[in-house]
């Protein structure tokens, strides 16, 4: 049972265009969503958080959008940069669950100069 | 303090033999966790660690796979008669108990590959 899933396994944007990652969910017990950023032969790199109290969280370029009743949350990134091509993952976690993450599998955004 | 470290970076192993990976946490994270990442997927959780204290194990993580953490400093995750279906990628990664919002600190990890 997934229940964290990114349906978009890839997405190639413009330099300096919008790129909008998609993340949805099953469990309504998640309490945060985090989601990481992860370059070829390194660990993924933490980005940005949102708390299940609030519906957006902004980081300079970045952007996390959460839908509660949608079990929904997405990743803005303004304006995309050639250096942000890299698979994202979304991931999940409840308050008792020890921060365990629950993840995504991930998309691979390219970002074309 | 130069993050969370993994060794080895690689290993090859035959079918059957044992194998040992090593992380080193940030030091004053008392939170450590192992997860286990194939190709095309999301990493996927296996154990975690508050201080030496063992809270929590994944069903993935199955009698043939041991955990440790020592003095409630680095880790050891051993995988007893590998399988050809324990190749992947193990992360390990480590935070504060209460950055639930600030992440985790990922490791580059050590790829494993069983022939």
């Known amino acids: 049972d997934q229940q964290v899933k990114q349906n978009s396994p890839s997405l190639s944007v413009q330099e300096g265009r919008i790129s909008i990652l998609n993340c949805d969910y099953t469990?309504?017990?998640?309490?945060?969503f985090l989601w990481y950023k992860k370059y070829p032969a390194e660990g993924p790199t933490f980005l940005i958080s949102?708390?299940?109290?609030?519906d957006k969280n902004e980081d300079g370029r970045f952007t996390v959008f959460l839908n509660k009743s949608a079990k929904h949350l997405s990743l803005h990134i303004v304006p995309s940069q050639p250096g942000d091509s890299a698979v994202y993952f979304c991931?999940?976690?409840?308050?008792?669950?020890?921060?365990?993450?629950?993840f995504g599998g991930g998309t691979r955004l390219m970002v074309k100069p | 303090d130069t993050g969370v470290s993994q060794n080895p970076r690689h290993k090859i192993t035959k079918r059957g033999q044992n194998v040992t990976f090593r992380c080193d946490p940030i030091?004053?994270?008392?939170?450590l966790y192992w997860y286990r990442q194939t190709l095309g997927q999301g990493p996927e959780f296996l154990t975690y660690?508050?201080?030496?204290?063992?809270?929590?194990k994944s069903r993935l993580l199955s009698d043939r796979f041991s955990a440790e953490r020592p003095k409630g400093s680095f880790s050891t995750l051993e995988i007893q008669r590998t399988e050809q279906g324990d190749s992947a990628m193990y992360l390990c990664?480590?935070?504060?108990?209460?950055?639930?919002?600030?992440?985790?600190?990922f490791g580059s990890g050590t790829r494993l590959t069983v022939v």
């Open positions: 990664a480590s935070s504060l108990a209460q950055g639930a919002l600030s992440g985790y600190t």
């Open positions: 469990n309504s017990m998640f309490d945060y």
């Open positions: 949102i708390s299940s109290i609030k």
């Open positions: 991931a999940a976690s409840r308050n008792n669950a020890g921060n365990m993450l629950t």
């Open positions: 030091s004053e994270h008392n939170r």
């Open positions: 660690f508050q201080n030496e204290a063992q809270l929590e």
